[in-house]
Nanobody, 126 residues
């Protein structure tokens, strides 16, 4: 059974940093697409970063490019999202998602992913 578990959320002041983790069970991250999404109250779910774990290639939304970094640790079957220079507008529930064996046409479109974690809350105060 595929399961994704996020951790690492919390409350920080603007300019601070957090690192989110997404641990997988039921499949291995190697050679798969994994992404981080976020959803603020009243807003649509937004893709922020994606990685193809086979080559380590990454893709970011314009809103986080240069501030967030997605990475992988295959030995721990975990994908991370390092978030630096956080802004109040980064406040949201953050989810990781995976598509084992698949190849999403749009890496930051939530429709391309079949498995989701439960989410972890990130709150950035000004």
């Amino acid at each position: 059974q595929v399961q994704l578990v996020e951790s690492g959320g919390g409350s920080v002041q603007a300019g601070g940093s957090l690192r989110l983790s997404c641990a997988a069970s039921g499949f291995t991250y190697s050679s798969n697409f994994v992404a981080w999404f976020r959803q603020a109250p009243g807003k649509e779910r937004e893709g922020v970063a994606a990685i193809y774990t086979g080559f380590g290639t990454t893709h970011y939304s314009d809103s986080v490019k240069g501030r967030f970094t997605i990475s992988q640790d295959n030995a721990k079957n975990t994908v991370y999202l390092q978030m630096n220079s956080l802004k109040p507008e980064d406040t949201a529930m953050y989810y990781c998602a995976a598509d084992p064996g698949g190849s999403p046409a749009d890496l930051l479109n939530p429709r391309g992913y079949n498995y989701w974690g439960q989410g972890t809350q990130v709150t950035v105060s000004s």
